[in-house]
């Protein structure tokens, strides 16, 4: 009897585990919200730590540049990231019947969705991955249309007087459907080429210039299936050629062709795994709340988005702009002149936060009074390194060796309503050299020349600053929300 416990026991265990699942129904797809998977890019993994910090501080900083000074000589509304951002995230979307699944790059920094397409795509001086980019085929689809020049979605793209200019007048079709009428996607010309006589003129095509790179291509209506649920007549650019643009990229900005506008999403959520530049790619999962759905998880604290600069760069318009207040450090509140805070009459200014830069960025006039704070209550304790701050590119550096808690003040953001965002230090301070001896500051700043002023936000919040943090955009309620979580 002793001998045969264990036995039923382990039997007991199987028939539960296997007629459990049977016994529950499966729970049905949720009617308010989709989730789907959120990976984390990773820089390529290099010997030397510090090497490592430089890239990112780089690439930070690139996308910083053309977030601020987007190209004002494109025909498209939307400007999108470097996407070599290391710290961004990736997520997979399914287009076409049947669907066929591309990897994105999610941007709140731009609004137009887009991918590689076709058979022919080209990709000029893009990293050599070992897989190659998959292309999105509209051959192998039932429901790939090209967009006519006169659906009002072709106004995405382009501006109104520019595209009034360029369609026919006379001709107004709303789509012009690639598997009935014939225009091969073997190249630019046939697809583009002008059809007056039976009103199958396209959107003319789109070329977007970033930082960089560039990306162009023509006009598709799609369907977007996500888990539970599909999305007919989705437009998104299939792109033709790019260069430095190894993905494509959902725009997840303000702007009316981004992913969110076009699926009326009433918020989007997602928690920021915490970075460390030499572990392996995470995962976590982005939320999407759909029919005035709130989704999961609701944040803590929340502060109202601020409304949108109409003037200056019509980038400005993609952005989400959060009304920061104050920045304390230690507790001492650091002087910083409210013009770089809040957006100012000719569109610049400003904070947004950012999904696809990982240091934050910060104008000198605000980055300088921060800086200074930080090293006067930390310079007493560590010795700082000014060699490795040109090095790496980031500062204030210090030596740390020796000490036995290595304790930093606390950074703390203080947002309009009373959301204040109390940082702990991984999440501005990055240990730098193989000794674990190092740290430096991982926010940047962009030397701004003097009397040159402010060009685009004075300050890009980045994802490695709200590493363990869930962030929501709540769009029904134009707030943004955190809460501190391990993802
Ligand atoms: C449009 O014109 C092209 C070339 O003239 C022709 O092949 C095609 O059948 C026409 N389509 C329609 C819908 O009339
Ligand atoms: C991490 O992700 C990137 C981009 O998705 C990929 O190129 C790389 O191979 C991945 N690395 C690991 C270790 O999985
Ligand atoms: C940090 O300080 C320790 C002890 O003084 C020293 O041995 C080490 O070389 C220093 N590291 C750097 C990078 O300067």
Same mark, same amino acid.
């Given at each position: 009897?002793m001998?045969s416990?264990?036995?039923i ?7 539960s585990s296997s ?10 797809? &949720? ?12 820089p390529?993994?290099?010997q #030397?730590p ?5 890239q ?6 690139a996308?910083?540049k053309?977030?601020?000074?987007p190209?004002?000589?494109?025909s ?7 996407p070599?951002?290391?710290g ?7 287009f076409?019947?049947p669907?066929?699944?591309?990897p994105?790059?999610?941007d709140?920094g731009?609004d137009?969705?887009?991918f590689?397409c076709t058979?022919r795509?080209?990709?000029r001086?893009c990293?050599?991955a ?7 085929i ?5 429901? &790939?249309?090209?967009?006519? +020049?006169r659906n009002?979605k ?11 200019s360029? +369609?026919?007048?006379?001709c107004?079709p ?9 225009p091969?996607?073997? %190249?630019?010309?046939?697809i583009v080429?002008?059809?007056? %006589?039976? +009103? ?12 960089s790179?560039s990306?162009?291509g023509v006009?598709?209506?799609?369907t977007l ?5 599909s999305y007919?007549d ?10 430095r ?7 997840f900005?303000?702007g ?5 506008s ?5 918020k989007?959520?997602?928690?920021l795994?915490?970075h ?7 995962s976590?999962?982005?939320d ?7 989704g999961?998880?609701p ?5 109202k988005?601020l409304p949108n600069?109409?003037?200056g760069?019509p980038?400005?318009?993609?952005y989400?702009?959060?009304a ?14 409210a013009?770089y805070? &809040?957006?100012?009459?000719d569109?610049?200014g400003?904070v947004?936060?950012?999904?696809? $830069? ?10 300088e009074p921060?800086a200074r704070?930080?090293v006067?209550?930390?310079? %007493? ?7 490795v ?9 210090f ?6 808690d290595? $304790?930093?003040?606390?950074?703390v953001?203080h947002f309009?309503?009373?959301?204040d ?13 193989r000794e674990s ?13 003097e009397g040159e002023?402010?060009?685009g936000?004075?300050?890009?919040l980045g ?10 955009? #709540? ?5 943004f ?5 391990? +993802?």
């Open positions: 009897m001998a416990s264990p036995s026991l382990l039997l007991l265990i199987y028939l007629t459990l699942p049977s016994l529950v129904s499966p729970s049905p797809p &949720s009617t308010d919200h989709i989730t789907i998977s959120l990976d984390q890019h990773k390529p993994s290099s #030397d510090l090497e490592t910090l430089a990112v501080a780089k690439s930070s900083l996308r910083a053309h977030l601020k000074k190209n004002p000589h494109t498209s509304s939307s400007t999108p990231l470097s070599q951002s290391y961004g995230y990736s997520i997979s979307l399914r076409g019947t669907p066929q699944p591309i994105f790059i999610l709140t731009s137009l969705v887009w590689p058979h795509y080209l990709c001086d990293p050599k070992s897989k190659p980019t998959p292309s999105f509209p051959k192998l689809s039932h429901s &790939s249309k090209l967009i006519g +020049c009002p072709c106004l995405w793209i382009h501006s109104s007087p520019d595209l009034l360029r +369609c026919d007048k006379s107004h709303p789509h012009y459907n690639i598997n009935h009428n014939n091969k996607f073997s %190249n630019t010309n046939t080429r002008r059809d007056t %006589n039976n +009103c199958t003129q396209l959107c003319p095509p789109y070329l977007v210039l970033y930082g790179g990306t162009g006009l598709l209506s799609e299936s996500l888990p539970g649920k007919p989705f437009a998104l650019g299939c792109s033709l050629f790019s260069s643009a190894p993905s494509g990229i959902a725009g900005g303000r009316p062709a981004s992913l969110p076009q699926l009326r999403l009433t989007f959520s997602y928690c795994v915490s460390r530049f030499d572990a392996a790619n995470k976590s999962s982005l999407l709340a759909i029919s005035g759905g709130t999961k998880t944040a803590t604290a929340y502060t988005f600069p109409t003037v760069n980038a400005f318009g993609v989400y702009y959060l920061l207040r104050r920045i304390s450090i230690g507790g001492v509140q650091v002087k910083i002149a013009k805070l &809040s957006p100012q009459p569109g610049n400003g947004i936060v950012d999904s696809g $830069t990982t240091f934050t960025v910060m104008e000198g006039p605000v980055f921060v704070e930080f006067k209550q930390v310079e %007493n304790r560590y010795k700082r390194l000014r060699g701050e040109g090095r790496v590119g980031l500062s204030p550096c030596n740390v060796s020796g000490a036995k290595v $304790t930093f003040p606390k950074l953001l309009k309503g009373g959301a965002m109390e940082l702990p230090s991984p999440n501005f301070i990055a240990f730098v050299g001896d190092v740290v430096c500051m991982t926010v940047s700043t962009v030397g701004g020349d002023g402010v060009s936000p004075a300050v890009i994802n490695h600053l709200m590493q363990n943090f869930y962030v929501e955009y #709540d769009l029904m309620n134009n707030r929300g955190f809460r501190r979580q391990v +993802c």
